[in-house]
């Protein structure tokens, strides 16, 4: 970088600005900035950033902001068109910011107006700028990577170790050095490649020069500091017009915008590249940038804690070994200081015996790391967004870039509260939290949700204020107007039950109406039965809630009658896909019913149609053995007529495919098919005689819906299974005939009411108040 023909190989001429190429996030370019500032001392300093953060620039000096942080600007007729200019602690734009803030320089963004980058984002013949869009174009040209030619040209194949090892784990000396040797080699590929690719660059470096020369005119020719790319580098040291500059510009698309500062996280400037990212490992910039000394000791020391926290034995001895080992794989590498892949090897031997398992952990809570910034207060943001931030703070649930699960008793006032807030933000399309399967059973008393927050989740909620300036009120807005677009019958049950989760009385009316019309419409007994299992659960949160779903219980309760009415003929003359998404309605209808408020009725009502679809020849077999196995689990089948209906099903004159899909809706899926085989042998005495008999040219095609059935169940179930089987069909159904030992051929109910003093007294209630929880819970939990 210091070779070649004789030029120019300052950044700055004696009566010139200051040109301070660096690279984006990068620790080394940050500390040579802040040591040229210092010994430079500007009067003003210009920033690679959008004209309208001006404004915001002064916030920058609150200590409540801590970075990582970014700009954010939108369109203001379209929230969703934004861009993020991020900015981190070891950032050089961030650097030289709170320098400017610190010393009393002006300080002002120069780059290209985010009025023109978001109507130019939207043109993929421009290419793209260095800021992060949200909404990259995928089809953008190829670009030349300076860093990798310059890599490449000094004999490195690793443009990231290259560039560590020549300016990130530089030693102290003069701070234009680096500058004006990045300079230098810049210049030359610009010569070489042009824009290089870059379509958009040559309309910013336009509007830069034309910010620079106001600003030299205001300042001082020898006054001004320009912090930018060092690819624009040779571009601010052009000659050229006023004219010619103010040509490029003409005619530009704009939008109108909003601009505001955003937290930002280590995690998201690791996700990609750009004026967003360009570095993989963000918490290890960050600790080189904030080390006082010995950088690689003290990382060691971290990862080392990190271990420790995680139960695993390591000593300071570790980290003594694990610092010599990086040591000397840097100087077997010819590398000034060792870098992270030094330390990460170094780790592996010696802290993690040769393991990558803990690598991974290292990587996510420290290469990466889950640092989240914060912005003051006084940011400028939308009405929604001050709400959201309002309940954050009252209900104790603190946005987070690390990952976890939240769990909440729903019996808690402030628990309920945090439920509500998470699920009106998922109708408004703000996914802070998601809801997750709990460890604590299927009750409704419990949520978990898994909650992450993203610095994209701003611009939801910029796009949710069109809705309104409360969380609440937005929520009510947005479940209206989906309420009224809804084209089918299960989008708008799916929505009551998002409204009742969300506490959203004000829009129940609205939905309850669509609902109310759509049900009356709609006569495909396929949608009613999608309709109704989230109208139950509806119906069981709303009793949790306390909330008033009388309404939603009299339309539940007209699909349940007009799905007993319907469903038995919907089942007959279904091929093998028809009736396999048929038996998915069925499971949901019969599940669904059993949330319903009792009703025997309505109980002996839905046996009679299982019935009919379990001996109706016309059904496909996959239904009737799924009716006949339903039946049974209620205790409404008993085991004799169960055996009949199977021996049937499975008699020679049956094809094996239906056969096989019979066997498949009676003991397939995750139903406890597997245990009734393993605890009836009669049952698996006929299902392995008639696998025995299936003939040769069609095991071939029964065979995939066996191996289907059979491979859900738990291994300790299919082991079992064979060791029966291994025994003989004989001997299971003579075991079979003369019982299972230990058991009764029918249910002693005095010796099972035996327990129900015990039970009582464990559970610390009465007899009266035993038998009323008894009966609450067997209708919610059912």
């Known amino acids: 970088m210091t070779g070649g023909p004789t030029r120019d190989t300052t950044a700055k001429t004696d009566r010139g600005p200051l040109l301070l190429g660096v690279r984006h996030h990068g620790p080394g370019s940050a500390r040579a900035v802040r040591a040229a500032l210092d010994a430079a001392r500007p009067a003003a300093v210009l920033i690679e950033g959008p004209p309208e953060g001006d404004a915001l620039l002064p916030l920058a000096a609150d ?33 030289a910011l709170r320098w400017a803030l610190e010393h009393g320089a ?24 260095d800021e992060e869009e949200l909404h990259p174009d995928p089809a953008a040209g190829l670009r030349v990577d300076p860093l990798a030619v310059l890599a490449r040209t000094a004999g490195h194949d690793d443009p990231e170790r290259w560039w560590e090892d020549v300016i990130e784990h530089r030693g102290d000396g003069d701070p234009r050095a680096p500058f004006a040797a990045v300079a230098e080699a810049m210049g030359v590929l610009r010569e070489t490649y042009g824009a290089g690719g870059h379509g958009r660059d040559l309309v910013r470096e336009a509007h830069m020069r034309l910010r620079l020369r106001a600003a030299q005119k205001e300042f001082g020719e020898d006054r001004v500091a320009v912090v930018c790319g060092a690819w624009h580098v040779p571009a601010l040291r052009r000659r050229t017009t006023v004219a010619a500059d103010k040509a490029l510009l003409k005619g530009l698309p704009k939008v109108r915008t909003e601009t505001t500062w955003v937290p930002w996280t280590h995690r ?6 750009g004026y967003g990212a360009g570095i993989d490992s963000p918490g290890w910039y960050g600790h080189l940038f904030a080390a006082p000394d010995r950088p690689v000791e003290r990382w060691l020391t971290k990862v080392a804690g990190l271990l420790r926290e995680e139960d695993r034995m390591v000593s300071s001895a570790h980290v003594i070994e694990a610092v010599r080992l990086a040591g000397t794989l840097a100087t077997l590498r010819g590398r000034p200081l060792a870098g992270l892949s030094e330390t990460t090897e170094a780790v ?9 398992v803990p690598l991974a952990l290292i990587r996510d809570r420290l290469v990466v790391g889950d640092v989240l910034g914060v912005v003051p207060a006084g940011a400028p943001a939308v009405p929604l967004q001050r709400d959201l931030d309002r309940l954050q703070r009252s209900l104790r649930l603190k946005p987070e870039a690390r990952e976890r699960e939240c769990e909440l008793d729903l019996r808690k006032d402030n628990d309920a509260a945090r439920s509500r807030l998470l699920h009106r933000l998922r109708l408004l399309a703000v996914d802070w939290g998601v809801p997750v399967a709990g460890r604590t059973g299927t009750g409704t008393f419990r949520e978990t949700w898994r909650l992450r927050w993203e610095p994209e989740l701003h611009v939801r909620v910029a796009e949710a204020g069109v809705w309104g300036t409360t969380v609440h009120g937005a929520a009510t807005a947005r479940a209206e107007s989906r309420a009224l677009a809804a084209r089918t019958l299960a989008d708008v049950t799916a929505l009551a039950e998002q409204c009742l989760l969300a506490g959203l009385a004000d829009a129940l009316p609205v939905v309850m109406r669509g609902l109310a019309d759509r049900a009356a419409l709609d006569a495909d007994v396929g949608h009613l039965a999608q309709a109704l299992p989230a109208l139950a659960r509806a119906l069981r949160y709303g009793d949790v809630r306390a909330t008033d779903t009388a309404a939603l219980g009299e339309v539940a309760a007209g699909l349940a009658d007009r799905i007993c009415v319907g469903l038995p003929p919907a089942c007959t003359g279904l091929d093998s896909d028809a009736a396999e998404e048929m038996r998915g309605h069925l499971d949901a209808v019969h599940a669904a019913l059993g949330l319903l408020p009792d009703s025997a009725d309505r109980a002996d009502r839905w046996a009679g149609v299982l019935h009919r679809l379990a001996t109706r020849d016309a059904v496909a077999g996959l239904i009737r053995g799924r009716a006949a196995r339903l039946l049974l689990d209620e205790g409404r089948l008993g085991e004799d007529e169960t055996a009949r209906l199977m021996g049937l099903a499975l008699s020679p004159g049956v094809p094996p495919a239906d056969a096989a899909a019979w066997v498949e809706g009676f003991v397939g899926g995750a139903t406890g098919g597997g245990l009734l085989l393993v605890h009836d042998e009669r049952l698996l005495a006929l299902v392995d005689a008639w696998l025995s008999g299936v003939p040769d040219h069609a095991f071939t095609d029964v065979l995939p819906l066996l191996r289907r059935t059979f491979s859900a169940y738990e291994p300790a179930v299919r082991r079992t299974l064979g060791e029966l089987v291994a025994r003989g069909p004989t001997a299971a159904a003579t075991r079979a005939r003369a019982g299972v030992p230990g058991f009764a051929d029918e249910l002693d109910e005095r010796r099972a009411d035996a327990v129900l003093p015990v039970l009582r007294l464990l559970l610390g209630a009465d007899e009266t108040t035993q038998t009323t929880q008894t009966t609450q819970t067997t209708g919610a939990d059912r």
């Open 63 to 95: 200590p409540a902001m801590r970075p990582p942080v970014a700009l954010l600007a939108h369109a203001v007729d379209d929230p969703g068109r934004a861009s993020f200019w991020p900015m981190a602690a070891f950032s050089p734009e961030w650097v």
């Open 106 to 129: 002006a300080v002002r963004f120069v780059d290209l107006p985010a009025a023109h980058t978001l109507a130019l984002n939207a043109d993929p013949t421009w290419g793209d700028g």
């Open 268 to 273: 998201r400037l690791a996700r990609r590249s």
């Open 348 to 356: 592996r031997a010696v802290m993690c015996d040769g393991s990558d």
